[in-house]
């Protein structure tokens, strides 16, 4: 009997031995599979991304109006999406824009009403906490050729102008709403990939050369290179829950020439979601280009003159909106 509860007594020992090794056996091996795999997971979350797609239309229908006016059609479609990257101190922020619009009135062909590319891309170290050291770049041009509205005289094409914009500086990003990013050392190129839109000097190329008869001598830059100071600013909140507020401003100084006329480019943008399809926005761009030549009415008469000036647009849609 004695024997029978040593064995039994021996047995449960060595059974709470062996079950703790191997509880411990599994935690070690449970530990080691969660490290091995936390780098892969990592590195598959280190990317961030997403974006919109809008399309905003617009018609009237019109038969046998007395009041007068004219059917018409309209319609923007919008592409906005973004991939940034962060590991460790590195931090890489990539965004793409793009937008078409054209309005289509009875009798008279479409013209434009929007026509945008700018693609820009970031790539910075971490100095200290929210302060990197950072170089920039960013393109922008269009798909199609534009058209003075009141002459319908072409004034600007797809390359021209084209933009590129190459920056060294410092980037200040102390949340996800809010970055700064300041270059005193900026490059800037402006191409004019239309001879016509060159020769005459558009976009502040160098111009066509004529002799007293007329013929011409030399052809117009194809290009412009400035050199200057450059700051981006970016600030994004939501005011409510379906309002969104997004606004960013470019400020460019040429040291080469005229340093003290800044070039501007300010967007602001409101985002009123209704559901998950459909969203209406409301934003606005202001453009002032020391080298952009606008045409301009004399005051109180229809003659025109070529001169420098600031852009402003306006625009209010309601529309489909997918999230991506």
Do not use: C
């Amino acid at each position: 009997m004695n024997t029978k509860i040593v064995a039994l007594s021996l047995l449960a020992v060595i059974t709470t031995t062996v079950t703790a090794q191997e509880n411990k056996e599994e935690r070690d091996i449970a530990a080691a599979a969660l490290a091995a795999k936390t780098p892969a997971d990592t590195t598959g979350k280190i990317w961030v991304t997403g974006g919109t797609i809008q399309l905003n239309m617009s018609q009237v229908s019109l038969t046998n109006w007395s009041a007068g006016g004219f059917s018409s059609v309209s319609g923007i479609a919008q592409f906005n999406a973004f991939a940034n990257r962060k590991k460790g101190r590195f931090a890489w922020d990539n965004s793409v824009a793009l937008a078409y619009g054209l309005l289509a009135q009875d009798g008279q062909d479409a013209v434009k009403t929007d026509d945008r590319i700018e693609l820009n891309t970031k790539y910075g170290y971490e100095l200290k906490k929210s302060w990197y050291l950072a170089a920039l770049g960013q393109f922008k041009t269009q798909f199609t050729e534009g058209k003075d509205a009141a002459t319908g005289t072409k004034i600007s094409d797809f390359m021209a102008p084209g933009t590129l914009i190459l920056g060294l500086g410092l980037d200040y990003k102390p949340n996800d709403k809010f970055s700064a990013f300041i270059s005193p050392a900026t490059a800037k190129f402006i191409f004019v990939g239309d001879q016509d839109l060159a020769d005459a000097g558009a976009f502040g190329v160098d111009p066509a050369t004529y002799d007293s008869t007329g013929l011409r001598l030399t052809n117009g830059a194809s290009s412009l290179f400035e050199f200057g100071g450059y700051v981006k600013l970016m600030y994004t909140t939501d005011l409510a829950k379906n309002i969104n507020f997004l606004t960013r401003a470019d400020f460019f100084s040429n040291y080469l020439k005229d340093p003290q006329n800044v070039d501007v480019n300010w967007e602001t943008l409101f985002t009123f979601k209704v559901n998950d399809w459909f969203a209406a926005t409301f934003s606005t761009l202001l453009i002032y280009d020391d080298n952009t030549q606008i045409l301009k009415p004399w005051e109180g008469t229809e003659q025109q003159y070529v001169g420098k000036g600031t852009q402003f647009k306006e625009a209010i849609g309601l529309g489909i909106m997918l999230k991506l």
